[in-house]
């Protein structure tokens, strides 16, 4: 009795917040009741106001969140491999994944519907990809107004933000991952964040060598390609990085370094939806502005 | 005549640097010396902090490695042996991976001291296994080799618990030359130097050594100090290489061997030629991608091209073995115990596997906690629970007897189907289908992970139909496409992007995600290998006994192997495509029967069988539940099921 059960379990839930004394998460109270099995997916739906009630990975979600998910929510385990006794029991109505997930879609549909696009793909940038699939998903979620609405208020905040970066438009931006003293990871101009780069009015350096993907991992020596560059860096850096870095000559001696044009990042998801592209670009103007 | 190799090889190492030295800065505007770093371009710095250094680093790691392979192959007298090939560069991966996960403050002083606790402990394992064999070159070396597969497997489980991509893991398993300072080449030396001195003096007791333990006790030699010193050189010289550029596999097999084809007669000579050779052959591979990188090629780990240099050398080092090795020393158990009534222990397993299985089909772990599934939930539950709990136990059976029939075959009781290659290349198989078809589906991915299985049988059987054909021959066969494969696995690794992400969840194996119809198809197998090897039986009892008997006995010996060698291969195939490469229950299930008393053919089988599927059974079980709702690796429940066992085994029935 897969309805039953879910209804139950609704309840239940609804019980659990009323006890913990705060307002019904919106899950419960209208809508298609979704689970996540793609983070992006999970982050579009909470942008249009329709967080899943249920989470893939949910304590890894939490660590880097734009906005963290809803009391409440049910975690669903790995993301490759997901629980599908915990995703039965969410019994949702629709199952957020994508072309990441091909391999488990079929055991996925075997539970619910499953709504899923290919987001990320070698040399084909994601960003307009991920910006219509807030218009795609409020469609599919029967909410079309929340789309363009969407859509709009984050055009808006690129712009504002593109306001505040005009004067650091001079100088193409490099965006890389540090993976030791090394070896960088550089995000190309088909990633996330250059895609949000793109759309402050900013410039992605590495406009080389897209066949290398949106990650690919280089030597450290391909900065020195780069001397007019800022540097930013995205993520935590690996204590022992750390160390190397700072008695590294090459590294001293990049002119961006020299010259004080290294940004630091902090965590952010590469892989995800239009929330977490803002947010980078939140922290970059931040850091930008910093520095100035 | 030799040193006009030796030289040519130099010349050639240098040459390729040069064209990607020169890609950066024509001579004429190299830096001069004394260097002041404020006054250099960045080209300078580039050439002079960067391929520099990696140039003199190549060398010096190459060098080490070199003389860590002769050193261990002098004093277990195998010349299989090398840092790869003992477990101790995988122990010191795994030892560097757990630290980076769990304690990254340790690494702050450098990955030297982690690494070589890594390194010890692992080759330490191997040693004390290989010392109830007395050191037994293909033993010692299966050891070895499955002490590295298990500290990998716990490896990837940690990244994977980790759940989040670490570059630096990446790059480092792929063993990376880049270096932005003089600061490892300045290691390196450090301790090349008293290391070849050490060696040095040690070349003199070691040939006596060689003389055979009762020589060497006439000379008033005490042999136990001198073998622990000399390994303990030989993983210190591994461990700092691994600590410094990672995993870079076989230089230390190839080193001594060239040292050996190039008239290096005395083992003072070996010793100190087969640095040469190591640092010339990692030299020229490092050339080679730098090159490459310089001429506009993707930038490749090195470690990746010397581990598919590693495979054919071991293949071609094979013939050349006989010479040097005493056979009989490779013989296996003595039979054990035998029970009086081996039809009762089958029923009894059979009837714990059912018990097993109905118990974990119902009581489990949900939101709630620990309980039975309540009624309400079954229509839901049980088809997603009896279908991993089939899948589980079927490939369990079919791992455990395919694991009987080669311990049979080749009458070694270190005979796994992770050893007979075909893991690897279905592995390889699933890994180029990710990477090549975006988002492919389960049945292309069943089709990319056969077709690698079996290109990597069709080898295995292409070398087992030559007639001369031992079974240990096979088994290091076995290990060559293995090592071929995870060489061009941890290139894929390290040069790509998330989607080694996907590889990575499924070498670690689940049976959670098998479809219904996957699982049936996967049962039937394992039925109709159990009926293979009731089939088979007198084939089965009488190989071990050894090939003269056999064809005494009338056995059609090329055929029979062949065909037992298919089936074994067919069976992992089988169970790697739809579980992932589990380890370590094809090696398990049979030591387990054996330990039981089950010593005729058809007991033996059938017990192997009946106990691999519990086994799986177990790990599923545990896999599931351990920290739901997250699915836990199924081939890392096996292991740690099923490896401390083993090794008890090992250690306690050649002791008696």
């Known amino acids: 009795m897969v309805g039953a059960c879910g209804f139950s379990r609704r309840a239940f839930l609804a019980a659990a917040c009323a006890v913990a004394g705060r307002a019904l998460p919106a899950f419960a109270a209208d809508g298609l009741r979704l689970a996540a099995v793609d983070w992006a997916m999970a982050e579009t739906a909470m942008a249009l106001g329709h967080p899943p009630a249920a989470l893939a990975e949910l304590i890894g979600f939490r660590d880097a969140a734009v906005e ?225 | 005549m030799n040193r006009m190799i030796l030289a040519a090889g130099a010349v050639m190492a240098l040459a390729l640097w040069s064209i990607a030295a020169l890609s950066v800065l024509p001579p004429a505007a190299w830096p001069t010396l004394p260097w002041r770093v404020d006054e250099m371009t960045v080209q300078q710095i580039l050439l002079a902090y960067g391929l520099m250094p990696r140039g003199v680093l190549a060398l010096l790691a190459g060098a080490a490695l ?25 122990g010191a991966q795994l030892a560097i991976v757990a630290a980076t996960i769990f304690a990254p403050d340790w690494l702050l002083r450098g990955n030297l001291p982690v690494a070589l606790a890594g390194a010890g402990a692992a080759t330490g394992l191997v040693m004390a296994l290989g010392a109830r064999r007395s050191f037994a070159p293909v033993t010692v070396t299966i050891a070895g080799m499955l002490v590295g597969l298990m500290a990998s497997a716990l490896a990837t489980a940690m990244t994977l618990a980790q759940g989040h991509y670490l570059l630096s893991l990446v790059m480092w398993n792929g063993g990376a030359l880049a270096q932005v300072d003089w600061s490892g080449s300045r290691h390196m030396a450090l301790a090349l130097v008293p290391a070849l001195l050490a060696a040095a003096a040690l070349a003199r007791p070691l040939m006596v050594m060689s ?49 050996r084809s190039l008239g290096a007669r005395t083992l003072l000579q070996r010793l100190m030629l087969a640095p040469v050779a190591g640092a010339l052959v990692l030299s020229l591979a490092d050339g080679l991608l730098l090159a490459l990188a310089a001429a506009g090629g993707p930038s490749l780990p090195t470690g990746a091209l010397t581990g598919l240099i590693g495979g054919p050398l071991l293949i071609w080092l094979l013939p050349r073995m006989k010479a040097q090795v005493p056979q009989q020393t490779e013989a296996g158990d003595r039979r054990g115990h035998r029970a009086a009534y081996p039809e009762r222990l089958l029923a009894g397993l059979g009837a714990a596997c059912l018990a097993l299985a109905v118990l974990t089909l119902f009581g489990g772990r949900g939101p709630d906690g620990w309980g039975f599934m309540p009624p309400e939930l079954r229509e839901t539950f049980l088809p997603l629970r009896a279908t991993a709990i089939l899948a589980a136990a079927s490939a369990g059976a079919l791992l455990a007897g395919s694991g009987a029939i080669l311990q049979r075959l080749t009458a070694n009781p270190m005979a796994a189907p992770e050893v007979l290659g075909v893991t690897g290349g279905a592995s390889l198989g699933y890994a180029v289908t990710v990477i090549a078809v975006d988002g492919a589906g389960p049945l292309m991915l069943a089709l990319g992970t056969s077709a690698g299985g079996a290109l990597a049988l069709a080898g295995l059987a292409g070398f087992a139909m030559r007639a001369d054909l031992s079974p240990a021959r096979l088994l290091l066969a076995g290990l060559a496409i293995g090592a071929l494969a995870s060489a061009v696995l941890g290139a894929i690794m390290a040069s790509d992007d998330r989607r080694a992400w996907v590889i990575l969840g499924w070498l670690a194996g689940s049976a959670s995600q098998v479809a219904p119809l996957g699982a049936a198809a996967l049962a039937g197998l394992a039925l109709a290998l159990l009926a293979a090897l009731v089939g088979a039986a007198r084939w089965l ?64 089988c059938a017990g192997s069988w009946l106990l691999g599927a519990l086994l799986m059974l177990l790990a599923a079980f545990g896999a599931r539940t351990a920290s739901y709702p997250y699915d836990l690796p199924l081939g890392l429940f096996a292991t740690l099921i099923g490896t401390p066992w083993l090794f008890i085994l090992l250690m306690k029935r050649t002791s008696a």
């Open chain 2, 66 to 90: 070199g003389l860590a392979g002769a050193l261990m192959q002098a004093v277990l007298r195998n010349p299989l042996a090398d840092p790869t090939t003992l477990g101790t560069a995988s």
């Open chain 1, 68 to 292: 963290p998910p809803p009391q409440g929510t049910i975690d669903l385990g790995l993301r490759g491999a997901p629980n599908l006794e915990a995703l039965s029991l969410v019994a949702p109505d629709l199952i957020l994944s994508s072309s990441y997930y091909s391999a488990i879609q079929p055991r996925l549909e075997r539970i619910a519907p499953v709504f899923t696009r290919a987001l990320y793909v070698a040399d084909e940038p994601a960003f307009p990809k991920v910006m219509a699939l807030l218009a795609e998903l409020a469609q599919r979620l029967g909410d079309p107004a929340a789309g363009p609405r969407a859509q709009a208020a984050a055009q808006a905040e690129f712009a504002t933000l593109a306001g505040r970066a005009a004067g650091f438009a001079d100088r193409a931006c490099l965006l890389f991952e540090l993976g030791d003293s090394r070896h960088i990871r550089v995000f190309g101009t088909d990633s996330l964040f250059s895609g949000a780069l793109e759309a402050m009015g900013l410039r992605n350096a590495w406009t080389a060598r897209t066949s290398f993907a949106f990650a690919a991992p280089v030597p450290l020596e391909k900065l020195a390609e780069y001397p007019e560059a800022r540097l930013v860096i995205v993520g935590r850096m690996p204590p022992q990085a750390e160390r190397g870095l700072g008695s590294a000559a090459l590294w001293n001696s990049l002119p961006p370094v020299k010259a004080g044009r290294v940004h630091r990042l902090p965590e952010l998801r590469p892989f995800a939806g239009i929330p977490s592209a803002l947010r980078f670009a939140h922290e970059l103007v931040a850091a930008l502005e910093g520095r100035a």
């Open chain 2, 211 to 259: 003389l055979g333990p009762e020589g060497a006790h006439g000379l008033g030699l005490r042999l136990a100090p001198l073998r622990f010193a000399t390994l303990l050189l030989a993983v210190a010289l591994s461990a700092m290489v691994s600590a410094e550029i990672g995993l870079v596999g076989f230089v230390g097999l190839a080193a001594p061997a060239i040292a």
């Open chain 2, 541 to 604: 009892e009488i190989l071990p006994l050894g090939g003269e008997v056999g064809r005494a006995l009338g056995l059609p010996l090329a055929q029979v192997r062949l065909g037992l060698i298919l089936l074994a291969g067919l069976a992992t195939g089988a169970a790697t495509m739809l579980v992932g490469p589990v380890s370590f229950v094809g090696l398990m299930a049979p030591h387990l029967a054996r330990a039981m008393g089950l010593a005729r053919a058809v007991p033996f």
